[in-house]
């Protein structure tokens, strides 16, 4: 079956605009995470979104970055006006309901490159 | 949110050579994952552990949960080219360490 699907592989954008980035989840998978990777770090989160529940936004490095999540699949992460320090892959992974613990399945990432 | 200490940051080992990754914690672990990796690529679960002192092994790699659920360490015997990549821990919270990037050469 299909994977996590994330687009646009890559994206390089100017300084100060706007992006938008795109996740698909494995169908029926309630739980939703973006993270960051810089090149040669770890991971860091960014947002949780678990069913109808108030996403963990505990992540977001500024009011710069949101996200949504419509109808419990798709979900799209925004950052504003961007910089150059928002370069990154951004992956998104999905999993099934509840608790954490659960296996995540991650997306390729984007790659996004700010000039 | 639980804090995640990966180590060593990197390892490079020639191939055969036998190898241990560590991830601890302050706090205890109600289950950690183990990830890995590669170029270009979303990690891919390797195991899930619960409970304290489990031991779980899949294939040349061996995964030990600590008895306090506060640590975990992955041991490699005879690591192989295509054991090169980021090796990352997660608590139950999703939040993950920092990772250990593993380059095993021919």
């Known amino acids: 079956g299909a994977g996590v699907s994330q687009s646009p592989s890559n994206k390089v954008t100017e300084k100060g605009k706007d992006v938008e980035l795109r996740c698909d989840p494995i169908?029926?998978?309630?739980?939703l995470y973006w993270y960051r990777q810089s090149l040669g770090q770890g991971l860091e989160f960014l947002i949780y979104?678990?069913?109808?529940?108030?996403?963990?936004k505990s992540g977001l490095p500024s009011d710069r970055f949101s996200a949504e999540r419509t109808g419990g699949s798709v979900s799209t992460l925004t950052i504003q006006r961007t910089q150059q320090e928002d370069s990154a892959v951004y992956l998104c992974?999905?999993?099934?309901?509840?608790?954490?613990?659960?296996?995540?399945?991650f997306g390729p990432g984007t790659r996004l490159t700010v000039t | 949110t639980q804090l995640l200490e990966q180590s060593p940051q990197f390892l490079s080992i020639q191939e055969g050579e036998n190898l241990t990754v560590y991830c601890n914690s302050s706090?205890?672990?109600?289950?950690l994952q183990w990830y890995r990796q590669e170029p270009g690529e979303g990690p891919v679960l390797l195991v899930t552990?619960?409970?304290?002192?489990e031991v779980k092994k899949l294939k040349r790699l061996t995964f030990q949960f600590g008895d306090a659920r506060k640590d975990s360490s992955l041991h490699i015997t005879a690591a192989q080219t295509g054991d090169t990549g980021l090796y990352l821990c997660?608590?139950?919270?999703?939040?993950f360490g920092a990772g250990t990037r593993l380059t095993v050469k021919p």
């Open positions: 169908s029926g998978h309630t739980a």
């Open positions: 979104f678990q069913g109808n529940s108030a996403p963990d």
């Open positions: 997660a608590g139950r919270d999703m939040r």
């Open positions: 706090s205890v672990f109600s289950s």
């Open positions: 992974a999905s999993s099934l309901a509840v608790a954490g613990g659960q296996k995540q399945y």
């Open positions: 552990v619960v409970t304290g002192g």
